[in-house]
C-alpha cells in the first residue's frame, strides 16, 4: 500500500498533526510520497527530511492500483491534491486541518481512524462526477476538468452578459455578475453561496446558478448531466475570469467554452462513521436551536 500525501504550506498546519500523520504511515508500513512544497514545510516544522525520491512534483504520475491519495488541509486543498493526479484512478481522503468540511470531510482527530481504514481496507468509495470546459485557456485550446464548478464572473465594474445555450438550444443572456456550472459535489460550494440548490453526490445532475442576475425572475436551473452547455461572454470591452475550481484564469471578450460531462471520476474516500448528511447537519449547524 502507498500513500500519496499531499497538502499545501500553510499556517495552519501543526507539528502535531504531521507527526501523528507519519507515525500511523510508519505503523503501518505504507510506502508513501509527499509534495514537494509540503515536504519543505514537514522540514521546517519537524525536522524530517524527505528523501528526494519519494517527493512529487505537478503530476503524481501512473500509480500502483493500491495507492491512497491523503489530503492534509481544507476543501482547496483535496481539490489541488485531485487536480496533482491528472486523471489517475486514485482514491482520495481528506484529513481537515481546520473546520469541518465537505470533501475532507475526516477532522484532524480522526487522523489514527482514516489510516487504520486504510490498512484494513475499509474506507467507502463514492464516485463523484467531474465537468469538462473546452475552449481557449491562456491562449490555448484545450480542456480542463472540475470536480466542483465552472464559473465565469465579471473583472471590472460594470456587469457582463453571458449567452447561454443547453444541447443546442438557446436558454437566455445572463446579465450580472457571471454564472456557476456545478456538479453535485460542487452544489455546497461557490453555487450554495449564490443560492443555489444542495443536491446529493449521488444524483446525477448539473446545476447552472446565475451571480447576482440584473433580471431578478432568473434563478438556478437543475439538469440532466448529459447535458451539454455552451457559453459566449460578452464584457463591454473589458475582460472576464473563468474559474475551474480553484484555478483561475482571464478570458476575452467574446471568448465561448463548451461544458460537458467528463469521462473521468474521481473516487471520493470517506470513512465509514462520516456521512454526506451528517457533514451537511453538522456544517449547516440544522436542528441547533439558537434562540
Not at 23 to 40: L, P
Not at 94 to 113: K, Q, S
Request: glycine residues 10%.
Amino acid at each position: 500500500m502507498k500513500i500519496l500525501l499531499f497538502s499545501r504550506p500553510k499556517a495552519d498546519r501543526r507539528n502535531e498533526d504531521i507527526a501523528e500523520i507519519f507515525s500511523e504511515i510508519e505503523r503501518y508500513g505504507f510506502d508513501y510520497a509527499v509534495n514537494r512544497e509540503f515536504a519543505e514545510l514537514v522540514h521546517n516544522l519537524t525536522g524530517r527530511e524527505i528523501p528526494a525520491d519519494r517527493q512529487y512534483g505537478e503530476h503524481v504520475g501512473e500509480q500502483d492500483r493500491d495507492t491512497v491519495m491523503v489530503c492534509y488541509g481544507g476543501d482547496g486543498t483535496l481539490l489541488e491534491g485531485i487536480h496533482r493526479l491528472n486523471g489517475e484512478d486514485v482514491p482520495v481522503v481528506g484529513i481537515n486541518a481546520g473546520h469541518l468540511g465537505f470533501l475532507a470531510m475526516a477532522p484532524r482527530t480522526e487522523i489514527a481512524n482514516v489510516f487504520r481504514s486504510i490498512a484494513d481496507g475499509n474506507l467507502h468509495i463514492e464516485k463523484r462526477t467531474m465537468l469538462q470546459a473546452d475552449g481557449m485557456f491562456d491562449g490555448v485550446q484545450g480542456s480542463m476538468f472540475a470536480l466542483n464548478e465552472v464559473s465565469v464572473q465579471r473583472l471590472g465594474a460594470t456587469m457582463i452578459a453571458i449567452e447561454v445555450s443547453v444541447d443546442g438550444e438557446r436558454v437566455s443572456t445572463y446579465n450580472g455578475d457571471g454564472i456557476i456550472v456545478s456538479t453535485p459535489t460542487g452544489s455546497t460550494a461557490y453555487s450554495l453561496s449564490a443560492g443555489g440548490p444542495i443536491i446529493s453526490p449521488s444524483c446525477r445532475a448539473v446545476v447552472l446558478t446565475p451571480m447576482s442576475p440584473h433580471n431578478l425572475t432568473m434563478r438556478p436551473i437543475v439538469m440532466s448531466d448529459g447535458s451539454v452547455i455552451s457559453l459566449r461572454i460578452r464584457t463591454r470591452g473589458n475582460t472576464a475570469s473563468i474559474s475551474i475550481d480553484n484555478r483561475t484564469m482571464k478570458i476575452p471578450d467574446g471568448a465561448s467554452f463548451v461544458i460537458k460531462l467528463a469521462e473521468r471520476v474521481i473516487s471520493l474516500a470517506v470513512p465509514h462513521n462520516i456521512s454526506f448528511y451528517g457533514t451537511l447537519r453538522d456544517k449547516m449547524m440544522w436542528g441547533i436551536d439558537v434562540r
